[in-house]
């Protein structure tokens, strides 16, 4: 268990003080993926660092497993790290070394010996899918292939925490998933709490369970990510959730049109031809107007904006059937017509 306690972290700049965090308090499970988001600016690197000591914050506690990494003398918190490993989007790997040294290099600095950190680190390449890349160098990789190897080198030591600061950032969307994908598996097989820094919606989607928002150096909002998905409620969780905004939508349709917003709150209703079956079963032709939904672990989160022609009957009807499915809410709207 992680445990994040009125955490607050100050710089001091050429221009007075600047408040990074703000009395952050956090609780992460074991074995949990535990995403924390927010633009650029919002503390979340900062919070990452003073979860390993990286940065020392000005005041609060972090506890890992009931120890106060605060309270531990250097000799003491080099030791913790051997339990908090970390990777970066810059994979900071050493270029003049092989895959392979890189991955021996932190088992050889804690005494291990040579021929014993040669078959841990063969087997790291095998856990992270490179065994063929042993005598490559990092500039012969990619950088989805260099990813790899820092993660295999952060699982020299066994750890129970693996954080991840902006790690699938300066890749492209597939080399995204298959990394995200390989922190899934860990996570799974190696029961490895995995500590998720990111700006991007779609990775907190793709592999965490719970996540903590950050804005402006405090947590606004925290909880499963199912339940911040549905029902985001503060600015900053509105603006991750649906950037592209819910209020204001302009569409194109006639005035005499009815207009029914569709709130899917974790509905199992993805891949569910509910449009078609309104129409064959109700004789009701439905249109979407608008649509911002995603799904997630199964679930359909997000909104729909339907317009139908006829009367009030006729909406009462929809709104009745679409709401038979659990998770789903609907609602005549007013909206602006172009």
Same mark, same amino acid.
Do not use: R, W
């Given at each position: 268990m992680i445990e994040i306690k009125n955490l607050t972290k100050i710089f001091?700049?050429?221009?007075?003080?600047?408040?990074?965090?703000?009395d952050v308090s956090? #609780?992460?499970p074991d074995g949990d993926i535990f995403g924390i988001i927010g633009m650029s600016g919002a503390g979340k690197s900062t919070l990452v660092r003073c979860m390993n000591m990286l940065e020392r914050p000005t005041s609060g506690t972090v506890e890992v497993?009931?120890?106060?990494?605060g309270a531990l003398s250097q000799k003491e918190l080099r030791e913790q790290r051997h339990d908090i490993t970390m990777i970066f989007q810059a994979f900071n790997l050493l270029m003049q070394r092989n895959c392979l040294k890189n991955i021996m290099f932190p088992l050889e600095l804690s005494g291990m010996p040579r021929a014993q950190?040669?078959?841990k680190a063969m087997e790291l390449l095998e856990i992270?899918?490179?065994?063929?890349?042993?005598?490559?160098?990092?500039?012969q990789l990619s950088g989805g292939q260099q990813q790899r190897i820092a993660i295999a080198r952060a699982l020299t030591t066994n750890p129970k925490v693996l954080l991840c600061d902006e790690a699938t950032s300066a890749l492209d969307p597939n080399t995204t998933n298959s990394i995200l994908e390989l922190i899934r598996d860990i996570n799974k097989r190696l029961g490895i709490t995995v500590v998720v820094i990111t700006?991007?919606?779609?990775?907190?989607?793709?592999?965490?369970?719970?996540?903590?928002?950050?804005?402006?150096?405090?947590?606004?909002e925290q909880g499963s990510v199912e339940e911040v998905f549905a029902?985001?409620?503060?600015?900053?969780?509105?603006n991750l959730v649906f950037p592209e905004g819910e209020e204001g939508t302009f569409v194109v349709g006639n005035q005499d049109e009815h207009f029914i917003r569709v709130v899917y709150n974790g509905a199992y209703a993805a891949g569910k031809p509910m449009i078609a079956r309104l129409a064959l079963e109700k004789g009701i032709e439905a249109n979407i107007s608008y649509a911002s939904t995603k799904g997630i672990s199964g679930k359909a989160?997000?909104?729909?904006?339907? #317009?139908? #022609?006829?009367?009030?009957?006729a909406v009462k009807e929809t709104i009745d059937y679409l709401t038979q499915e659990p998770g789903i809410e609907a609602e005549e709207v007013e909206v602006n017509v172009q």
């Open positions: 001091n700049t050429a221009d007075g003080e600047l408040q990074a965090l703000k956090l #609780s992460i497993d009931g120890v106060n990494l950190a040669k078959q992270v899918g490179l065994p063929d890349k042993a005598k490559a160098y990092p500039a700006h991007q919606m779609s990775v907190v989607e793709s592999i965490c369970k719970h996540v903590a928002i950050l804005d402006g150096g405090e947590v606004v029902h985001p409620k503060s600015q900053a969780a509105k989160f997000g909104t729909i904006l339907l #317009s139908i #022609s006829g009367d009030e009957n």
